[in-house]
């Protein structure tokens, strides 16, 4: 067989991995880690046979390598210097699936059909969580089988999609339709998953979408936000009050009590943090408050990274969430076609609303579901600007 030939059953083999991925991402994570697992493969043996290892046409390589860097840099001193190297590669593997997406994937109907299975996923485990979970069964918070923060940043991560592509777009009954149905599922299983940050998210990223693309969309979309937790159960009611409790919800109070260990635990290793992946060993050991019962992490990205890798490793880490959103907003203006150009805009709520405003109260940027997701996208998203604004350069 000749060289090409082989090389058109690898390409097979990456597609139909990183579709193993997509439809499994919120379904199983074993499918999403055998998906993950065959595009790899194929990437590396493609990358054998041709022996081109240069990455090309990624804008990211530069704000990539400086954060994980910035990021090694805290194993100077690390308090575990073993766990450091283990949480390294859980902020590699996300990096990885967006990179063996830009250089494998250049066909638009490819980036179509690998979202559309990703979106597939959320709304069959959508539909489990909110008519098996919730009104078979009675749970009052849904997760569908994960834990429920992480599926809340799947469901935020397709409502800003389905809510985007519903305003603008949809061409006719029949799309508008899809997308309502689809907007009206995935956000009612989001409102009984009731990952509050991802409300946030949501919110957040929605508002901001609009003042880009149609402002006259903020009041109304407000004043919907406000009729629904005006007619929302009790519970659902009781949850929202509570993001303003700082004086007894539980869980407000334990945040709080992580933010200021990472902070003091900041401002005792100013540089380089006391090691990656160390937040949980150092807390309990050094800074732990009696009230605080979970300490795998600050709940926060960006007290969790000053702690950990001390402000070089956070400054890498704010320059890459900078140079990201940058980047999607500056293309995004730059794009003709109107889905495409929907899409990156979503990108850019989508990686605000989980990382920046979720992340705010979750340390989400590694996480597996959350991270893969959106670096799924986010490779998707620079596939589109390859094409249809670098391409057009060309």
């Given at each position: 067989m000749k060289k090409e030939g082989v090389i058109n059953y690898i390409d097979k083999l990456i597609i139909g991995g990183l579709?193993?991925?997509?439809?499994?991402?919120?379904?199983?994570?074993?499918?999403?880690?055998?998906?993950?697992?065959?595009?790899?493969?194929?990437?590396?043996?493609?990358?054998t046979i041709t022996k081109e290892t240069?990455?090309?046409?990624?804008?990211?390589?530069?704000?990539?390598?400086?954060?994980?860097?910035?990021?090694m840099i805290s194993f100077i001193g690390s308090y575990n210097l073993t766990e450091s190297i283990d949480e390294l590669t859980s902020y590699?593997?996300?990096?990885?699936?967006?990179?063996?997406?830009?250089?494998?994937?250049?066909?638009?109907?490819?980036?179509?059909?690998?979202?559309?299975?990703?979106?597939?996923?959320?709304?069959?485990?959508?539909?489990?969580?909110?008519?098996?979970?919730?009104?078979?069964?009675?749970?009052?918070?849904?997760?569908?089988?994960?834990?429920?923060?992480?599926?809340?940043?799947?469901?935020?991560?397709?409502?800003?999609?389905?809510?985007?592509?519903?305003?603008?777009?949809?061409?006719?009954?029949?799309?508008?339709?899809?997308?309502?149905?689809?907007?009206?599922l995935i956000s009612l299983t989001l409102i009984y998953n009731q990952t509050r940050g991802a409300w946030l998210g949501l919110i957040g990223s929605s508002v901001l979408s609009f003042w880009f693309y149609d402002k006259k969309w903020i009041p109304i979309f407000l004043i919907i936000i406000v009729?629904?937790?005006?007619?929302?159960?009790?519970?659902?009611?009781?949850?929202?009050?509570?993001?303003?409790?700082?004086?007894?919800?539980?869980?407000?109070?334990?945040?709080?009590?992580?933010?200021?260990?990472?902070?003091?635990?900041?401002?005792?290793?100013?540089?380089?943090?006391?090691?990656?992946?160390?937040?949980?060993?150092?807390?309990?050991?050094?800074?732990?408050?009696?009230?605080?019962?979970?300490?795998?992490?600050?709940?926060?990205?960006f007290f969790n990274f000053l702690a950990e890798t001390g402000i070089i490793g956070f400054t890498g880490f704010v320059y890459l969430i900078y140079f990201i959103l940058k980047y999607l907003y500056i293309n995004y203006s730059?794009?003709?076609?109107?889905?495409?150009?929907?899409?990156?805009?979503?990108?850019?709520?989508v990686f605000l609303g989980v990382f920046v405003i979720l992340g705010f109260f979750e340390s989400n940027f590694y996480r597996s579901i959350p991270g893969r997701s959106v670096w799924f996208i986010l490779g998707l998203a620079v596939v589109i600007i390859n094409n249809l604004v670098e391409g057009a350069k060309g």
């Open positions: 579709g193993l991925m997509a439809f499994s991402s919120a379904l199983a994570m074993a499918g999403s880690s055998i998906g993950f697992g065959l595009a790899l493969l194929g990437w590396l043996i493609k990358m240069e990455i090309k046409n990624n804008p990211l390589n530069i704000p990539i390598s400086i954060f994980l860097i910035t990021a590699l593997l996300p990096v990885i699936l967006y990179y063996i997406i830009v250089s494998n994937i250049s066909n638009l109907n490819t980036v179509k059909k690998l979202f559309n299975l990703g979106l597939a996923s959320t709304v069959i485990s959508a539909s489990y969580a909110l008519f098996w979970q919730h009104y078979k069964l009675g749970m009052r918070r849904v997760d569908s089988g994960w834990m429920a923060i992480d599926f809340g940043a799947v469901l935020l991560i397709y409502s800003l999609f389905t809510l985007i592509y519903l305003l603008w777009g949809s061409n006719g009954f029949k799309d508008k339709a899809k997308y309502g149905i689809l907007l009206v009729l629904v937790a005006s007619f929302a159960s009790e519970p659902i009611q009781s949850r929202i009050r509570s993001i303003t409790n700082l004086e007894y919800n539980r869980s407000n109070l334990q945040r709080i009590y992580l933010w200021r260990g990472a902070i003091e635990m900041f401002q005792d290793h100013l540089i380089n943090g006391v090691g990656l992946g160390n937040f949980k060993e150092v807390y309990e050991d050094y800074y732990h408050d009696p009230y605080v019962t979970v300490t795998s992490h600050a709940h926060n990205n730059k794009i003709k076609e109107n889905y495409y150009k929907l899409f990156v805009l979503s990108t850019f709520a």
